[in-house]
């Protein structure tokens, strides 16, 4: 499976649940979904998977893509709003300069799916664009940070905008944006003269301006480059000394943090907003990809049932994949994040004497780890390479899911020892590659996602 499209509904419940009413009328006359290809790397066609060991290098560009089934008629889109946002007047940031980008925000965040996709997607790119604002906006006022009142002005305004192109209302909760993130926060430099008088300009920009897509969460050139001009402006004008940076303390890391926002407005600025989207985004992945986002139950039934010898095969599996049930209402992770998540599991139940590899004993893969949608409840992994969320006037919203096929979740290694994605040693599963035969698996079996409708209409009716 490729991906899904996603309907964002009106603000109305009652048309909420009429589209529900339609989407289950449709499912019951329509036995097959129109397939089509869809390229994997929309906006960045040119690139790789961001992972290299997982992906194979040579079959990528070669084999055909995964693929999106059309979730809706056409004449059900576009479901945004058009209201016109109530400003402060109080901002200067000058948020039509980066109206395409903007937009762009807006579908990664809408309403309804916004808390589904925000570790992936929608929060990458709000945090991005609040970063490439300032930092556009630097320009004129020569200063990389809003004071407080600014501050609140602006992020109100932000949310404003978003929130009438569709957008959720809730995004600084989601987000957990505050107005103090717009601000030099205890960073002592955020005037621009300074910034460029206390750092090596010509070196940060030369290992930023083109970030490296698929090696950089391992040489991490931008982000050693980052954190060095970070490091310098927050030892100026009084502020850290050398050896408070060594002592490590959270007070100092904090405004090390805080310089580091700084020197990320510096880059917006000396990059087209596109351009700087791309850096901030791939940077920002590097994070996203290395730690499991899912919330993990209680694993005391599983244990009673698969600990030890195992007595019962089917106890054992129930159990298991109840478990795994509560994981798969959370949010879209990336591939990674499952392998991550799949590794974090293991090591829990190893510890509580799951001695069998119960990802191989009960068929559990990496897609039991994401989000299930669809009649056949099939799991989505988004690729580990930034993406966004598409608007398409005639079909509506999608976004690109990275497999197409089920793949084992690996069960850590006796040791225990993490998996270190830039060892290029690790064995790790590959990815498949879309074939015909999936083509015709999708264009015969797969129905109408009912369960994404439904969950549109109880959020609507909460």
């Known amino acids: 499976m490729g991906g899904h499209e996603l309907l964002h509904p009106t603000s109305s419940p009652f048309a909420a649940l009429l589209l ?22 929309q906006i960045d066609s040119g690139l790789i998977e961001e992972k290299s060991i997982l992906v194979p290098d040579t079959s990528l560009i070669s084999t055909p893509q995964p693929f999106i089934p059309l979730l809706a008629p056409s004449p059900m ?107 030099e926060g205890s960073c002592p430099v955020n005037d621009i003269s300074e910034f460029e008088s206390a750092i090596d300009s010509s070196k940060l920009l030369l290992a930023c301006e083109r ?62 907003p596109l351009s700087a989207k791309h850096v901030l985004r791939r940077i920002s992945n590097c994070n996203v990809n290395e730690a499991c986002p899912l919330v993990f139950p209680d694993t005391t039934k599983v244990t ?50 799951v001695t069998t590899n119960i990802y191989s004993f009960c068929q559990i893969t990496l897609k039991d780890f994401s989000l ?7 799991g989505c992994l988004l690729p580990s390479l930034p993406s966004d969320a598409m608007f398409d006037p005639s079909s509506g919203i999608s976004f690109t899911c990275d497999l197409n096929d089920n793949i084992a979740a690996p069960w850590p290694s006796a040791s225990g020892a993490p998996t270190s994605f830039c060892n290029k040693s690790v064995n790790l ?25 439904l969950l549109v209409v109880l959020q609507m009716l909460s």
């Open 20 to 41: 529900f009413l339609c989407l289950l009328e449709f499912c019951c006359k329509v036995d097959d979904v129109i397939v089509h290809g869809f390229p994997l790397h």
């Open 372 to 378: 299930q949608v669809g009649s056949q409840e099939s």
């Open 429 to 453: 599963p590959e990815l498949p590659a879309a074939t015909s035969a999936h083509i015709a698996e999708n264009e015969k079996d797969m129905k109408l996602p009912l369960l994404i409708a």
């Open 77 to 183: 889109t576009p479901f945004f709003s058009n209201s016109t946002p109530k400003l402060s007047g109080r901002c200067t940031l000058n948020f039509s300069a980066v109206d395409s980008l903007i937009s762009t925000t807006a579908v990664d965040c809408l309403s309804s799916f916004a808390p589904l996709l925000a570790n992936v997607i929608c929060c990458p790119q709000f945090q991005a664009m609040l970063v490439i604002l300032i930092g556009q906006s630097s320009k004129n006022t020569g200063m990389l940070a809003l004071d407080s009142t600014q501050a609140n002005y602006c992020l109100l305004d932000y949310q404003q905008i978003l929130e009438s192109r569709g957008a959720s209302g809730n995004l600084e909760q989601i987000c957990s944006i505050h107005p103090l993130n717009l601000t």
């Open 304 to 353: 009673e049932y698969c600990g030890n010898r195992i007595k019962n095969n089917t106890a054992c599996c129930s159990a298991m994949d109840n478990y795994v049930s509560h994981l798969q209402k959370q949010s879209f992770i990336t591939n990674l994040q499952a392998l991550d998540c799949a590794s974090l599991l293991g090591l829990k139940l190893q510890k509580m004497n």
């Open 211 to 272: 970030v490296d897509a698929v090696n950089e969460c391992c040489s991490q050139i931008c982000q050693n480059a980052i954190r060095e001009a970070a490091t310098k402006i927050a030892l100026r004008d009084g502020g850290l000394t050398s050896m408070d940076i060594s002592n490590n303390l959270p007070e100092h890391y904090s405004r090390i943090d805080g310089c580091r926002s700084i020197v990320l407005r510096w880059l917006s600025s000396r990059l087209d």
